[in-house]
Every structure is written in C-alpha cells, then in structure tokens.
C-alpha cells in the first residue's frame, strides 16, 4: 500500500539516531551520517509532500487495527508542509552543527539525540491519535533536554532547570487534558474524537478539557501568560541547538493548538474570544520584551514569542483566510527563526560575543556575509516583498471582515515594533563602530577556522535564506499551498473521512 | 470507591502544585513526582472503575454479554508511568548537577539566565 510512506520519516530518523551511536567516538563520521541522511530526509519528504499535494490525505492504522481503535497515522496536507519544513531546518541545523558544535560536546551524543528530537517532531506531526500525540512530546522534551544541558555550562544548567520544569508541567496538564477527554468519550483517535466531543452534553467540562489543552499546549508554544521558560532558557545552549529549538520547538505547540481547536473543539465563540485575547497579549509583551534587551539571541527569543501572537490570532478569528495567514506565517516563521539563531551562532563565532553593546561595525569587516543576513532579518520584520509580509495581509483582511480591530491593532504595533528592534539590531551590529576588544586567546575566530568549517557555517545560512526568499518571491505557491491547508483544516469532514474510511 | 479515588487525586494535584510553588529544587522535584502520579490515577479513574469484570470474551460466544473493565487507560497508564519515570530520573540528575554548578538549592537565586549580557 502506498499510504505507508508516510512514516518512512520516522523509520529514517530512527535508523540514523541508532546507526549514530555506533559511531559514538568518532564525530567525523557522525558528521558526515547525520548530513547525508538529513538530506535523504529531505528528499523522502519532498516525495511525500508531493504524493499528497497530488492525491490528498494518505492514513496509515498501526498493525492494521481499524480506526478508531488502533493508533492512526495520518498525513494531510498541514502535517505534510510541516514535515517538509522539518526536514528543510533539520538538513540545516545538521550541516551548521557539524561545524558549529565543540567536539566535546558531539562526543556525548549530540547527533544521536538531534535525530531522535526530529523524529519527535516528525511524529508529532504526522499521529492522528491524541494520547500518541503526548507520546510524541515526550520524545521530544527528552532529546530537547538533553540538548539544552549538554555541555553542563553555569548558564546552561540554570537554563535547563526552568526550561524543564514548565514542559513537564505542560505535560501533565496535557495528559489530564486526555484523561477528561476519554472519560468524557471513550475515545483517543483524533477524527473519531471531533464527532464524539460535538456530541458530549456536558458542554462546561468540554470547555473545561478545551482550556486545560489551551493551557497545556499554550506553555509549549510559549504565549502569553506562559511563556517565561522561553527567555531564560534559549539563550543557553549552542546556537545550533538554539536554531532548532527556536525553528521547531514552539511551532510544535502551535500546531498541536491549531490541530487540537479546528478538529476536537470547534466553533466555540468563547474559546475564540480566548485566543485572541492570548493573542493580542503575546503580540504586545513578545515585541515589548524584545525592545529592552541587549543580547541578540535574547532579542530572537522574545520575537518568538512575539511573532506566534500572529498564528494563535489567524487561530482565533477562525475563517478560511485568518487560518491561511495563520499557515503561511507557520511555514515562515520556521524557516526564518532557524536562520536567526544560526545568524546569532555566526555573530558569536565572528566577534565572540551576542551583545549589541559590544558587537559593531560588522558591515565594514564583511560586506557579503551582511547582505546575506539581511535577508533573515528584514523578512523576519516583513518588508514587502520579502516572506514575513504575505501572511499579514491576509491576517489583517480577516482581522477587517470579522470586525476584530484590537487584533488588527495588536499585528500593526508588533510588525512595528520588530521593525524597531530588528532596525537597531542593523544599527548596532552592522553599522555601529566598535570599541576595539582585547581577542581572547582561547577562542576559535571565524577568521582562523578552515574553508570547509567557514562553508559550515555560512551554507546554511545561504540555503535558509534562499527557502525564505522563495516563500517570499513565490509568495502565490505558497498562498496557494496555505488556502489548501486552511480548507482542509475548516471543513475537517476530508480528515474525518480519511481516517474513519479509508478516504482516497 | 471513586470518591476515595476522586479526593485522593484532588490531594496529590495539590500537595504537587504546592509543592513546585516552593523555591527548592528538590521540592519541585517531589511536586512534580506527586502531580504525575495525581495524573495517572486520573486516566484510571475517568476510565470507569468495573470491578471483577475483565475484557475477555467468553469462549462459546463472539462478543461481550456483559459491561467490562476499559483496558485502554491501564495502557495509557503503563505508557505514561515508564515516561514519567524516565524524566523524573532525569530530573534528579540534573538538579544534582545543578546543584554542584550553581552551588544553590534555591530556585530565587537561580538568575544568571536572566541577566543582562
């Protein structure tokens, strides 16, 4: 049967985590493993997306036990993209950690992890069963809290502690989430559940399962009010590891949301009003926190936070066109916030520092290499025609048709905002002149490493921004693309149907 | 029986919460530890308590006569038990490293993170 390839991602990861760690000393190898098999990811996904594109939603039943009583796996075209985009960041983040990561720290397994933390998130999003979905975080939070304190550095392990604590305590709220929803249905399969909850009488304790699953994927993705792990962690690990995180990590806990609140909960107008509160919210305090702080990869974190307000706000307004901007804006924000941790590793390794009062005059010493980071940064703020503009417009029309003023208010000050921040951060880094620092004996500058390592890490970054500049140039595929996921995401019944029946 | 139960995870969720609300790390270890468990008998409790009635079909007949015990939260449970267990195991590692870096046991002055750099 054909509909299997969809869980060829996880075989692979799998197979590579496990192939990895037999090659546990010797880190040139593990290199070289982990960039060719995130490149054969890569290229099984563009297969698979393609498949999909062409003939709709593929499901495959765990052992053959008939939806919705064995686990489902299912791919529609959100999880498609989304497993696409992994692979685009992951065949990334590979190559740039491969140069950027100490040997110390690849010594104690960081590949093998990486691989297993793909494979969380490959699962993640492809599972059509909800208690599967936990499985799927758990997988993930472990590999990522091996990642954040590999290394064990001060910051690091501080990082870590509160890092922790909140995703095991999104975990729990997420697992009571599941027990309410079970002793309310009877069911765990995701398709079967959205008819079963419609039909629940007890419409409080739906509400109450609604925002206990609120709460519990809200930490993950890091809105407001939850999002004070996000900060103080982030910042802590290397910037590959950072680029991951901040590329993937969150993003998993928006399309759990937008999974979760367009298939199981659907069309109440409180949980609505909810989300866009959370919204509007995340919006001001992501772009407010981003203002006042010094260390660029501080700054990135906050604009994290800042810059999911956007899809929870597409989320909450619910039309076809708020959930096509809240997809678009998904499919760039993992792209471009990737290549903004790699552009915080690249700043380290050049001037061996992230702070903006130190850093400086970065457009004099490399004219290139700062045209390629202004591609990064300038989508990142939107500016026409580069990615993060085209998912606005449609983000403000629905904001406009659904009468929703405050949100379109909320978008408007955020786009400015991190127009400010990201026009100091150009002024600081770029243009400032520096103040002449004494260079650390001990430290690996950019400007003493080989030409392969120097390829390392700008590749990458080359290879993020021409993705980012494809969705901005090819802005109408990519609109296309978001339309076809929204439609599918509001008339659920073709999910339904493709899991309960077999579809195709 | 279920309202023994019902009280009892009302209790752990609590005692649990109370206890990740202080500031040191062992604490918020055992809060963790106690809400995970709170959890678990949640998923067992919402399945319905059947007593003495196993999900097994009788040999001379097709399908169950009678109402049975749900065996899918004793499934969830197992599943959620061994994750727990691995991160909790986890957990005590790293505060103990945490412990050794940091030199504090107290969360309050766990601010390095925060500080300007």
């Known amino acids: 049967m054909t509909q299997q390839i969809i869980i060829y991602p996880l075989f692979l990861q799998i197979l590579l985590a496990i192939l990895l760690m037999f090659f546990w000393n010797r880190i040139n190898a593990q290199r070289v493993i982990s960039i060719i098999g995130s490149s054969a990811n890569l290229a099984l996904t563009i297969w698979i997306f393609s498949e999909i594109w062409q003939n709709g939603i593929y499901s495959v039943q765990a052992g053959n036990w008939e939806a919705p009583f064995g686990i489902t796996f299912a791919a529609d075209t959100f999880s498609a993209t989304l497993v696409l985009l992994t692979a685009i960041s992951g065949l990334a983040v590979s190559v740039f950690s491969s140069g950027s990561v100490i040997p110390d720290r690849l010594r104690f397994g960081y590949f093998p992890i990486f691989h297993f933390l793909l494979l969380g998130l490959n699962g993640a999003f492809l599972t059509g069963d909800i208690f599967n979905l936990y499985v799927w975080f758990e997988i993930i939070i472990i590999s990522s809290f091996v990642l954040i304190t590999i290394g064990g550095e001060k910051a690091q392990l501080e990082g870590a502690v509160k890092y922790f604590t909140l995703n095991i305590l999104a975990s729990i709220i997420f697992l009571t989430a599941i027990a309410v929803l079970y002793g309310l249905t009877g069911s765990l399969n995701m398709a079967d559940l959205a008819g079963k909850v419609a039909a629940v009488e007890n419409r409080g304790l739906v509400e109450v399962t609604a925002i206990l699953f609120l709460i519990g994927f809200g930490i993950k993705a890091a809105v407001f009010p939850l999002y004070f792990w996000l900060p103080a962690s982030y910042h802590t690990p290397p910037s590959a590891v950072s680029s991951i995180f901040g590329g993937l990590l969150t993003k998993v806990g928006v399309y759990a949301l937008i999974r979760v609140f367009t298939l199981i909960f659907v069309g109440d107008v409180f949980l609505d009003q909810i989300l866009i509160a959370v919204a509007i919210f995340t919006l001001i305090s992501g772009g407010l926190g981003a203002l006042v702080q010094n260390n660029v990869r501080k700054v990135f974190s906050y604009l994290i936070i800042c810059h999911i307000g956007y899809m929870i706000a597409g989320l909450g307004m619910f039309t076809e066109v708020a959930v096509a901007g809240a997809v678009f804006y998904l499919i760039h924000d993992i792209v471009v916030k990737t290549n903004l941790f790699m552009l915080s590793g690249l700043l380290y390794k050049i001037k061996a520092s992230n702070s903006m009062k130190v850093l400086g005059g970065f457009y004099a010493q490399y004219p290139k290499l700062s045209l390629l980071l202004f591609i990064p940064l300038f989508s990142l703020v939107g500016i026409p025609p580069l990615s993060g503009f085209w998912p606005k417009i449609s983000l403000i029309q629905a904001g406009f048709s659904g009468g929703n003023y405050w949100t379109i208010g909320a978008i408007i000050f955020a786009s400015f905002i991190t127009l400010v921040i990201i026009a100091k951060l150009w002024a600081e880094v770029f243009w400032k002149t520096p103040e002449e620092r004494p260079r650390h004996s001990s430290f690996e500058y950019f400007s003493d490493i080989s030409k392969l390592r120097k390829l390392q890490f700008v590749a990458p970054v080359v290879f993020l921004s021409l993705v980012s500049l494809y969705i901005g140039f090819g802005a109408e595929h990519v609109q296309l693309l978001s339309s076809r996921i929204a439609d599918e995401l509001i008339n659920s019944n073709q999910y339904i149907d493709a899991v309960l029946h077999g579809g195709m | ?117």
């Open chain 2, 1 to 117: 029986m279920e309202i023994l139960l019902a009280l009892m995870i009302g209790i752990l969720y609590a005692a649990g919460i109370y206890m990740i609300l202080r500031r040191s790390l062992v604490k918020l270890i055992i809060g963790i530890i106690l809400i995970g468990n709170g959890a678990n008998l949640l998923i067992f409790l919402l399945g319905r308590i059947t007593k003495g009635a196993p999900p097994i079909i009788p040999e001379n007949s097709e399908v169950f006569l009678d109402a049975y015990a749900d065996p899918v939260p004793q499934a969830l449970i197992l599943t959620a038990i061994v994750i727990s267990f691995g991160l909790q195991s986890f957990a005590i590692i790293l505060v103990r490293r945490a412990h050794k870096v940091v030199k504090t046991d107290d969360l309050d002055e766990m601010n390095a993170t925060d500080e300007d750099s």
